[in-house]
């Protein structure tokens, strides 16, 4: 997510708008997402009578709408310009429970793709400019393509959660390659772009995942400092607050909509901004 002026993070008046996300790969067909308009009505008046003026009247948006969730993100300090973390030179994945960042920025991240897909996810990423990181497990990514891609339009990016969801520590090189190579290939075939991230299912592995992750295309392997469920942020330390390069994970739920919001809100009470783990990760 690019710098941006302290800003309110949410949309202005509806448009509409056709954006077209690139295929990295030659030969593929750009993908747009038409953004709707929201027409109103246009008043009548009697050609001999002049129109009486009204007093305007706010209405207030209906709590649950996507207009109440986007009026309900805070507005956020200006982001910084990013500085990308360093990465060793090594024959393994660097793995990493938090970025090590002093900047003043947390990532939302969002896990597995085969639960629920909440309908008004891609406009709300869109409209209130969201930075997310989608962690798919391929199989939901095949099944469910053109929604992700929604999101990927509205500014999100696909990465790696392997094939099955199952727990790769104490699995042979083999079997955990597989999982995360297979994985890596059908997401790059989908979406245009090989996953240079990976989450291992349950935050499950061993050195071995590492290196399997590694040489299937991943720089990091992705755990996480904080859970967001049906709209609660849970900290896994006992501060209790976002610090600066946290990871907050959260799912493909029927609540996804109330824990994006807790997410934004979180961030923004410890005074940070949200921005793309890809951005920090290079």
């Not at 989450?199 to 996480?224: I, M, N, Q, Y």
């Not at 501060?239 to 934004?264: I, N, Q, S, T």
Request: aromatic content about 6%; some cysteine.
């Amino acid at each position: 997510m690019s710098a941006t002026p302290a800003r309110r993070i949410l949309a202005v008046v509806p448009v509409v708008a056709l954006l077209v996300l690139s295929a990295c790969t030659a030969g593929r067909t750009p993908h747009a997402r038409q953004i709707t308009v929201a027409h109103q009505p246009v008043p009548s008046a009697s050609p001999s009578t002049a129109p009486s003026v009204s007093p305007s009247v706010t209405v207030r948006p209906r709590p649950g709408s996507l207009d109440w969730y986007v009026s309900q993100v805070p507005t956020f300090p200006e982001a910084p310009p990013p500085q990308p973390v360093p990465l060793p030179a090594t024959g393994a994945a660097q793995f990493w429970h938090r970025l090590p960042t002093d900047q003043k920025v947390a990532f939302i991240t969002i896990d597995d793709g085969g639960l629920a897909r909440p309908p008004e996810v891609a406009d709300f990423v869109w409209r209130a400019h969201i930075p997310v990181t989608m962690f798919l497990n391929s199989p939901a990514a095949e099944e469910h393509t053109d929604y992700f891609r929604q999101i990927m339009v509205a500014g999100g990016v696909v990465e790696n959660h392997t094939i099955t969801h199952t727990s790769l520590a104490g699995r042979s090189y083999d079997r955990q390659k597989h999982e995360i190579c297979g994985a890596a290939d059908t997401l790059e075939a989908l979406y245009g772009k090989r996953p240079t991230l990976f989450r291992p299912p349950f935050g499950e592995h061993d050195s071995t995942t590492l290196k399997a992750a590694h040489d299937c295309g991943a720089k990091a392997v992705l755990h996480w400092t904080e859970t967001v469920h049906e709209g609660k942020v849970r900290y896994q330390t006992p501060e209790k607050v976002v610090r600066p390069g946290d990871v907050l994970l959260m799912h493909f739920r029927p609540a996804l909509m109330d824990d994006l919001l807790a997410a934004l809100k979180a961030i923004h009470r410890a005074g940070l901004t949200p921005a793309l783990l890809e951005d920090y990760v290079r």
